[in-house]
Nanobody, 125 residues
């Protein structure tokens, strides 16, 4: 079965960086669409960055130029490099997968049926 396990979350000061990882198993990772989503307390879960099977990407406007999504098909691992972190980036970050990896990738969470348990990112000012 599909399994997604996130890691790399931490507490950092504003301006800092973190690299989130998502170890995937139980499916053909290279074919699936993958993404990072986040949910802050009292807010809806939102798309942050997504990647199609050809490597094309889409980012939320709030993270463009600061976050980079990438994947290593040989290691079945998805990454999110987060730079210049802001307090408003504080959230639980989730890895998600969808069977269709055809571009363009979508930030709409309802298209992703598979989810990890999340990793917490806390940014202090």
């Amino acid at each position: 079965q599909v399994q997604l396990v996130e890691s790399g979350g931490d507490s950092v000061q504003a301006g800092g960086s973190l690299r989130l990882s998502c170890a995937a198993s139980g499916f053909t990772f290279s074919r699936y669409g993958m993404g990072w989503f986040r949910q802050a307390p009292g807010k809806e879960r939102e798309g942050v960055a997504v990647i199609a099977n050809d490597g094309s990407t889409t980012y939320a406007d709030s993270v463009k130029g600061r976050f980079t999504i990438s994947k290593d098909n040989a290691k079945n691992t998805l990454y999110l490099q987060t730079n210049s972190l802001k307090p408003e980036d504080t959230a639980m970050y989730y890895c998600a997968a969808r069977t269709s990896g055809i571009p363009p990738p979508t930030l709409l969470k309802n298209f992703y049926p598979y989810w990890g348990q999340g990793t917490q990112v806390t940014v202090s000012s």
